[in-house]
Structures are given as C-alpha cells and as structure tokens.
C-alpha cells in the first residue's frame, strides 16, 4: 500500500469515541484511516499536533455572504478567511442579502460566479422561498441548492419578503415531494406587530424597548405552525436561529410525535443575555433578540438533551453606520451579529464551565450541520473515507477579543475585549493546510452541491 500524504496524530484527536490519542492518515484529501497514535511507519510526512486537539472542521450552514451585490457588507473573500481562522472549513450561504437573492436558478448561477478566486472554504448554497416563485423551486433543488430558507416576518430586505402560512405550506408541500428541507426564520408578524405597536414612544436606545418588540409568543407561534405543517405534509423542517425557550415545547411536541422537524440555536444566545446588554449598544441587536439569563440557561439545557440539535453562528454583517454605533438606536439598527470566526471559542467557553466536552462542540457544530444539509458523508467527523478536514485547537489556551485581529468584512463585534478560551493554531481543508495561526494558505475552497438523490 502507498503511504498517505499526510499523517496527523496527536494525544487528543475528535473521534466517534470520544477524545483518543490517534494517528489520521490521509491520501489525496480524504481521511484514509484513523490508527493508533504509534502507527506511523518512518518516512511519512507527520503533523504533530502537539498539545493542540485534533477535531473535524466545522460546518456552519448559516451563514449571510452577501456577494454579489452587497460586497460592501461583506463577501466571499473576507467571510471565508474568518471562517478559516475560525477553524470552519464549510460554509452553507444563506440566499437573501445578496442582489440578486438566490430564488431562481439564474440567480444561483450569478451567486457561484461571483465566488471564483474567492473561497479559503469549501461552499454549498441554499435556496430562497418568496412569494411568487414557487416554480423556480424544482430547478434550485436539481440544480444542487441543500434546502429552501423562508420567512414568517419581514426579512429586512425588500428583495426577499416574507411568505404568509399558507405560501409556506404550498412551497413545504412541493419540497416534501421532493425530498428537500424547508428551513424557517420562525417568528409570526401578528405578535411582533402589536408588541412593537405597544412599545411605541419608549427609548428606542433601551434594550427592553427592542427586546419587548420581539416578544416569545412570536416565536412559540411560529415554530407550532411550522410543526403543523410537517407533520401533515410529513416535510423535513428546520427552525432557524432559535432563540426563546418557550418554542421549545411546540417543538418538542413535534418531536415526540416523530415530526421530521429539528432546531438550531447560536454563539449569542448561549453565551449573552438581555440583562447585560447596555443601553445603545446596538452592536449586540439581532433578531429575534438576545433574551434573559433565564432562558440562555433553558436552551443550554435543550442543546444538551437534544431538542436543539446544532449551533450556527447567523453570520451577518452590515457596514457600520447600519448598526447605528453613534446614535444607539436599536429600533433603526441593523439586527445582526458576525461571530464566524469566534464561534467555536465563544461556545468552548461557555461549554467548557457547564461540563461539555470537545465531543458535544463536534456534535454540535460539525456533525449535525453536515447531517442536516446532507454533507455528513464527507463532512463533519474524523472518519475514513470523510474530507480531511480538520482543525488544531488549543482548547485552555485563551485571548482576548481584538476587532483588529478579525477577518470579516467590517471588523465590529460585540464581543470584543471578551477573554475567550479555544485558540485555533491551524485549519486543514482536505489535507491541506488552510490557516497556520497567522497567514492564509490561499483560496483553495470548492463549491459543493447536493447530490442528486437516488
């Protein structure tokens, strides 16, 4: 037998089983087999890995580029660069905030193009439902899109508007027979309306005001209407972004009537809550909102008993003049937080303090997202015949947030000056070194697409 192109061992590697001291052989881009630390036959190429863990690359399949179109928010370039430094070796492109959004194959088409010579990641691409294109929905799916991204409530863009239920319901029951996953952002307007309506007047720079605009039952609604509609189309669901532990028990419901609907939660709602967010501190608005301690407790408790399957960051950037910086003005701002290359250290940290492990992060954010999109046949774990896509973490090592030091697009955070632990010393996309701690190795990624099913 050849020997593999690289061998990378360490006393601490993300397998199936846990943490184990293990060599990964790959050849040709692809994990080969995974070994015993010791069997590494002289004259290979070795990476140790040192006091670093060895875990998947993480998939992120919520993630807003904005290219083409609105490259002054952010781009292909700058977004997969942090998601490199980020130990994130997969992305899934949201279809919405780009001109043209990706509602027809056309625009898919346009989207792809404007990646050439850009991504430091490998990345696929939703498709979008509004209404009206109901009949470009069959071609995005051929095509290769890995799911249909709606919305319940305005999206913030004019391009991409919301669908009413009954829109949803013709679009989940097409996708249904086709074998395609609709993902929701899973807020009804009818709440958010009144609330907002009621919170006219107040200080548009408190966070309450923002906070009360966005109320639970927006969400517990709308995530029951989306389960309702899976279980009688018996149509894969997605809910987007979860945020308030009172939709968890609708979704729990659907659950345990074995309706083919899960959930994700993100970084920022695991990590902060309303009651530490300054007035005027518009950096941390996103919608729906950061809520109480409370509640962040609540979804930590579903993460770990599987009623929220998976952490996404919700990347979206905006210029810094739509965050309202100077005026504080949460009702105007834009509602978004860049986290792609913090993820996975804002999670570790938290994790870490509650008793979770590197295995439950690779879970979380590596396994279940490939699971979701249909990638976890070459994505999401160290196992052979997987891409070897893999990240060095030096999991008590900690830093400091430094804006400077960030490689997205317009380099504002909320969680800047924050002492994070979980420092990526290399990423490896397919064997291949991505991101050595300080440089990038240059724009490797491919474009993934689903694969047409049998």
């Known amino acids: 037998m050849e020997a593999p192109d690289l061998v990378v061992r360490g006393r601490m590697v993300v397998t199936g089983g846990g943490l184990v001291a293990a060599a990964v052989h ?93 991504c430091h990641v490998d990345v696929a691409f939703w498709g979008g439902i509004v209404p009206g294109n109901l009949a470009e929905l069959a071609g995005l799916d051929g095509a290769g899109v890995v799911g249909f991204k709606a919305f319940l409530i305005d999206s913030g863009v004019p391009e991409f508007p919301a669908v009413e239920v009954g829109e949803l319901e013709a679009a989940m029951g097409a996708l249904a027979s086709l074998g395609a ?10 709440p958010v309306a009144v609330a907002t309506a009621a919170a006219a007047g107040e200080d548009p720079r408190a966070y309450r005001t923002w906070l009360r605009s966005r109320p639970d039952s927006a969400e517990a609604e709308a995530v029951a209407a ?6 009688r189309l018996r149509a894969r669901s997605h809910v987007l972004h979860l945020s308030s532990a ?13 309706v083919p609907i899960s959930a994700e939660t993100c970084p920022h709602y695991l990590t902060m809550a309303a009651e ?14 950061i809520r109480t301690r409370a509640n962040r407790e609540r979804l930590w408790g579903a993460l770990a008993g599987g009623d929220i399957s998976m952490v996404c960051s919700d990347h979206s950037p905006c210029p810094p003049e739509r965050k309202r910086l100077e005026d504080g003005d949460f009702m105007a701002a834009w509602g ?12 570790w940290s938290a994790a870490r303090r509650r008793g979770h492990t590197l295995a439950d992060l690779a ?9 979701l999109v249909g990638l976890d046949h070459r994505k999401g774990a160290i196992l052979p015949g997987r891409d070897a896509d893999l990240v060095l973490l030096d999991p008590d090592a900690s830093f400091t947030v430094d804006p400077a030091s960030l490689y997205h697009r317009h380099p504002v955070t909320p969680y800047a000056d924050r002492v994070l632990h979980g420092v990526v010393r290399a990423t ?3 064997g291949r070194l991505a991101w050595d701690g300080r440089r990038f190795a240059g724009p490797r990624g491919r474009l993934l697409a689903r694969e047409a099913r049998g």
């Open 26 to 118: 790959v050849r040709d881009g692809v994990i080969e087999t995974v070994t015993g630390y010791d069997q590494v036959p002289a004259g290979w190429e070795v990476m140790e890995a040192e006091e670093a863990v060895v875990m998947p690359g993480l998939v992120d399949t919520h993630v807003h580029v904005n290219e083409p179109g609105r490259t002054s928010w952010e781009g292909f370039d700058s977004a997969t660069r942090a998601a490199a430094a980020g130990g994130v070796t997969t992305i899934v492109d949201m279809p919405l905030n780009s001109l043209p959004p990706t509602t027809s194959v056309a625009s898919l088409q346009a989207k792809r193009a404007a990646t050439t010579g850009k």
């Open 181 to 190: 996953l609709t993902v929701v952002h899973a807020e009804r307007p009818e």
């Open 226 to 231: 989306v389960a309702d509609l899976s279980r």
């Open 246 to 258: 009172e939709a968890l028990e609708p979704l729990r419901r659907a659950r345990a009537g074995a």
């Open 276 to 289: 530490q967010v300054p007035d005027g501190a518009t950096l941390f608005k996103c919608a729906p909102p």
């Open 336 to 347: 978004g937080i860049s986290s792609l290359q913090l993820g996975l250290p804002v999670v």
């Open 363 to 371: 879970e979380w954010m590596c396994l279940a997202p490939a699971r």
């Open 428 to 430: 490896y996309l397919r």
